[in-house]
């Protein structure tokens, strides 16, 4: 960790910290595809009942953080991360970590829509099913009824649960692959671009949900769109070729960036 | 900032708003100078010249709004760019009624012309006017540069002005006492004056944005103020030398 970078200084809130609502504690994280240093001495504090969104011009490094956040990386041959991620405190890249535990507690979503080609119910199903939550065929309807109420997609299926997942909008199935990333009960979610492939109205309400999600989980999303950003995230953080430049509250972000190279990006501007 | 906008038409928006500013301001300039100038000259046409032109100052603020209403709605500024939307409106209203004070003065000059002259008040409002002017023309600089330090001296210059109205408040009050023949005109040349410390404080404000503009931060600390109640009680209890018990706080005298 470089602590005389003043975007390191920003990022890591000690109060926080001693009040023990950080989530997720990234320390000096750095992240190679083959030669390519992708992820530069990256230091942050995601926190609890948050949400948190990374922001960046396209190969900022904003979506290889994020996929280091649940180990996503791992599938990938060429990338080595380095340095320290804990959850709650443990290092998520520890030898006795299994990763797909790890991904029922930090659970993620894509940019597109990506249901898998089983029912509505089956969809939400399956996380509870491979991870033994439920127990009886009851439990079962219970936490799939649940997951869709949660992501507002209850009242639009409930009457054809078993129709293919893939028959539904596109909005509706970025709302049901919510549904299938809280029905493992995640404390984390990660989203990708969760509305970039969405109409305004389908937006609008995965932003409503994200809101709302951030009763119960800390949330972190990588966004294209600043006014998304700006929207939904209490915090944001500006990545810059592998650099986080940047990370504070929303507000502040977007009125008065701390470095210039945050003010470029978020006016629009080229030097 | 020498950087610009991958979308360029944003850049013209921009500029197209902070020129509609500066020409607001070169209009409210000339006002204060030529209602000055019909005040002492007592020249009423010149006073109704400032009447007319208040009206296109009216209208350019009407036009600063909106464009700023469209910048944000189209745009959706952040940053600096949010910062020169919500100053341009700020500092367009400032100039508005910057503009309706000069029109004020030059009403009262076509009362006044009916009256006697008032020993000395006319040079001093002269000198009071060109304070502001001056605050004023610094304000507008600052702004155009992007200029806080300059803006911070606007800021300053003000405690001047607010020490010329204290002045001239103490003289027409004295002059009103000593003859009440004298009050109808004192009350308007004081009415003039008031106006003219109002600008002042206008202007200030317009030096206040163009810090937030600049810094982000609006400035903390309260300028240092004369209190005119001190004036206006030290010269009702009939003390000879005011200063005397103004320099001792609210007891005095």
Known sequence: MDASNPATALAIDETAEAEGRVKIMARGVNVWYGDTHAIKDVSVDILDRTVTAFIGPSGCGKSTFLRCLNRMNDTIDVARVTGEIRLDGEDIYAPGVDPVQLRARVGMVFQKPNPFPKSIYDNVAYGPRIHGLARTRADLDRIVEDSLRRAALWDEVKDRLNEPGTGLSGGQQQRLCIARAIATSPEVLLMDEPASALDPIATAQIEELIDELRENFSVVIVTHSMQQAARVSQRTAFFHLGELVEFGETPQIFTNPRDPRTESYITGRIG | ?253
């Not at chain 2, 103490?170 to 003859?179: A, K, N, P």
Request: proline share 3%.
């Open chain 2, 1 to 253: 900032m020498t950087e610009h906008h991958i979308q360029r038409a944003f850049d013209r928006d921009l500029e197209a708003m902070q020129a509609l500013i500066m020409r607001m301001g070169g209009l409210v300039e000339d006002e204060i100078r030529e209602a000055t100038r019909a005040l002492i000259e007592r020249d009423l046409e010149l006073a109704a010249k400032v009447r007319a032109d208040d009206k296109t100052v009216d209208a350019l603020e009407h036009q600063v709004n909106e464009a700023a209403a469209r910048i944000i709605a189209l745009r959706a500024p952040a940053a600096s760019d949010l910062r020169t939307v919500l100053t341009s409106m700020k500092i367009a209203t400032a100039l508005e009624r910057c503009g309706d004070y000069a029109k004020n003065l030059a009403k009262r000059t076509s009362v006044l012309v009916e009256m006697p002259p008032i020993e000395g008040a006319d040079k001093a409002l002269g000198r009071m006017a060109r304070e502001v002017e001056l605050m004023l023309k610094d304000a507008l600089d600052a702004y155009l540069r992007r200029d806080a330090e300059l803006a911070n001296q606007v800021r300053e210059h003000d405690a001047e002005v607010d020490q010329m109205y204290n002045a001239l408040f103490r003289q027409f009050l004295t002059y009103m006492m000593e003859d009440p023949r004298n009050i109808s005109a004192c009350m308007h040349l004081h009415f003039i004056a008031k106006n003219l410390e109002r600008m002042g404080d206008l202007i200030t404000n317009i030096a206040e944005q163009t810090i937030y503009l600049v810094t982000g931060e609006m400035p903390e600390e309260p300028r240092p103020k004369e209190d005119w109640v001190k004036v206006a009680r030290a010269v009702a209890s009939g003390a000879a030398q005011p200063d005397a018990g103004e320099a001792k706080g609210e007891g005095g005298a």
